[in-house]
């Protein structure tokens, strides 16, 4: 299986600020991963797809880059109900497989 | 609008058996994948498996070949996931999802899920 980092585990920050999440995959996954936001008692949400394509109705303050095995999500000025915990998923090989997660809460 | 409806929570005994289900609407239920992701109390996201509801192909994570069975019923457009031994490491959320296209594509369309507490 393909495995999936992020980093960091957890940020603190404050509504307004820019926040960059890091997720690195064990091989080459060209764009074929996904982010994913998670807040609590809720079933995750698809933010993005092959990496920097934005899934309908998200804001546009949500961005993905990268491609092969780096990638990050950006937020560009948090807002009060962005803080979650964010996975990344990649989608270029069978099983599919999460990143451990970036839990994002106020500072 | 595209809705996937699970069962509701369910607390078992070890070595009992169960069967969840999630109940598509609002699309073609015979024409996408419908997966399956586990979260452990606290823990991330597991990818377990997925099924075809239109001709019954199953794929599963080599994680979880052998211990759950996923299935589908077209006739009333719902996926099961089952056990037939329960254990107490099985205590999770349990999530069915649907893939924007191949089985292994982003889940755009999630249910609300299903907690599953093993508890002797």
């Known amino acids: 299986d393909i495995q999936m980092t992020q980093s960091p585990s957890s940020v603190s920050a404050s509504v307004g600020d820019r926040v960059t999440i890091t997720c690195r995959a064990s091989?080459?996954?060209?764009?074929?991963l996904a982010w994913y936001q998670q807040k609590p008692g809720k079933a995750p949400k698809l933010l993005i797809y092959a990496a920097s394509s934005l899934q309908s109705g998200v804001p546009s303050r949500f961005s993905g880059s990268g491609s092969g095995t780096d990638f990050t999500l950006t937020i560009s000025s948090l807002q009060p109900e962005d803080f979650a915990t964010y996975y990344c998923q990649q989608a270029n090989s069978f099983p599919p497989t999460f990143g451990p997660g970036t839990k994002v809460d106020i500072k | 609008e595209v809705q996937l409806v699970q069962s509701g929570a369910e607390v078992k005994k070890p070595g009992e058996s169960l069967k969840i289900s999630c109940k598509g609407s609002?699309?073609?239920?015979?024409?996408?994948?419908i997966g399956w992701v586990r979260q452990m109390p606290g823990k991330g996201l597991e990818w377990m498996g997925i099924i075809y509801p239109g001709d019954s192909d199953t794929r599963y994570s080599p994680s979880f070949q052998g211990q759950v069975t996923i299935s589908a019923d077209k006739s009333i457009s719902t996926a099961y996931l089952q056990w037939s031994s329960l254990k107490a490491s099985d205590t999770a959320m349990y999530y069915c999802?649907?893939?924007?296209?191949?089985?292994?594509?982003?889940?755009?369309?999630w249910g609300q899920g299903t907690l599953v507490t093993v508890s002797s």
């Open positions: 999802a649907r893939p924007r296209s191949g089985y292994d594509s982003p889940l755009d369309y």
């Open positions: 091989q080459g996954i060209s764009s074929w």
């Open positions: 609002g699309y073609s239920f015979t024409s996408y994948w």
